[in-house]
């Protein structure tokens, strides 16, 4: 079946510019979650979505940071006033239940984004 | 101080060597446990779950010491196709964030 997609794939933008990000996750997984990876620091949470809520935030670096999910399924992460810091690869990752620890996660491609 | 530190990389083995990953986590709260596989500009991809008794899936094999806080992952009979990154993940809360070391490279060779 089809797994989690991410558009775009790449994405170059001016500073301070806005960017959106979309994940579609694997249908039926009702968790979703973000990450990011960055050159030298590995991957990052960012957001856990269990439906169309966000119960763990904890991981978004500022308020230019905001996501949302509608319909239990497509998540956007958008980026407002993008800072050259931003650039990263971010990723995506859904699975089945309830978010539960040791569920296995299914990341998708990524989204490659640079902040000129 | 990370939450999850990995043995610095790279590691370049030849071909049919045994090799070992080592991990340690700092939440003692931390309740699940994995390897990941990441190959070169790809997304992360279960390698596998780590469980207390240990665990094998072919040529992999998984260790966990809660103890000590401390994970490891033996390749034995390396191939080529092992080449990656591989990434010791924890897990500790409900919501299931995973919580990633910075990863080993292999690069294993002919």
């Known amino acids: 079946g089809a797994g989690v997609s991410q558009s775009p794939s790449n994405k170059v933008t001016e500073k301070g510019k806005d960017v959106e990000l979309r994940c579609d996750p694997i249908s039926g997984h009702t968790a979703l979650y973000w990450y990011r990876q960055s050159l030298g620091q590995g991957l990052e949470f960012l957001i856990y979505f269990q439906g169309n809520s966000a119960p763990d935030k904890s991981g978004l670096p500022s308020d230019r940071f905001s996501a949302e999910r509608t319909g239990g399924s497509v998540s956007t992460l958008t980026i407002q006033r993008t800072q050259q810091e931003d650039s990263a690869v971010y990723l995506c990752?859904?699975?089945?239940?309830?978010?539960?620890?040791?569920?296995?996660?299914?990341f998708g491609p990524g989204t490659r984004l640079l902040v000129l | 101080r990370k939450e999850v530190e990995q043995d610095p990389g790279p590691f370049n083995v030849p071909e049919g060597a045994t090799v070992a990953f080592n991990c340690t986590y700092s939440n003692s709260a931390s309740q699940s446990f994995f390897w990941y596989r990441q190959d070169c500009r790809k997304e992360p991809k279960l390698l596998m779950s780590v469980y207390s008794s240990g665990n094998e899936d072919g040529r992999f094999t998984a260790q966990l010491n809660r103890a000590s806080q401390y994970i490891s992952l033996l390749i034995r009979d390396s191939k080529l196709s092992d080449s990656a990154t591989y990434l010791c993940?924890?897990?500790?809360?409900?919501?299931?964030?995973?919580?990633f070391g910075q990863g080993t490279e292999l690069s294993v060779k002919p």
């Open positions: 990752a859904s699975s089945l239940g309830g978010g539960g620890v040791g569920e296995t996660q299914y």
């Open positions: 993940v924890v897990s500790y809360n409900q919501g299931g964030k995973l919580i």
